[in-house]
């Protein structure tokens, strides 16, 4: 069973940084793709960042564009979101997940596996 767990979040002021990390036990990260999606009060859970399975391509939402870098560490088995030049619209939880299929994936049931989440709050 594959079990995902979320790590980083917190509470920040506009312009700063924070990086998540995703802890994958039960299968090697380098044999899945990976998703990071958020999620405000009242809204849909949508995707920030994927890295696809294999060759580690990489698909950002265009509001995050510039601003956040999803990474793996196959060692480390752990998947990173770093953000930068945090802002409001980016406060919500961020979910991390996970699926073994190829590809881009991009909505929330393209994935089989999924994190708790973790709050990211960004202050003006």
């Known amino acids: 069973q594959v079990q995902l767990v979320e790590s980083g979040g917190g509470s920040v002021q506009v312009g700063d940084s924070l990086r998540l990390s995703c802890a994958v036990s039960?299968?090697?990260?380098?044999?899945?793709?990976m998703g990071w999606f958020r999620q405000a009060p009242g809204k849909e859970r949508t995707l920030v960042a994927t890295?696809?399975?294999?060759?580690?391509?990489?698909y950002y939402a265009d509001s995050v564009k510039g601003r956040f870098t999803i990474s793996r560490d196959n060692a480390k088995n752990t998947v990173f979101l770093q953000m930068n030049s945090l802002k409001p619209e980016d406060t919500a939880v961020y979910y991390c997940?996970?699926?073994?299929?190829?590809?881009?994936?991009?909505?929330?049931?393209?994935?089989?596996?999924w994190g708790q989440g973790t709050q990211v709050t960004v202050s003006s």
């Open positions: 997940a996970a699926d073994a299929d190829y590809g881009f994936q991009i909505r929330p049931y393209d994935y089989d596996s």
């Open positions: 039960g299968r090697t990260v380098s044999s899945c793709g």
């Open positions: 890295i696809t399975r294999g060759r580690d391509s990489t």
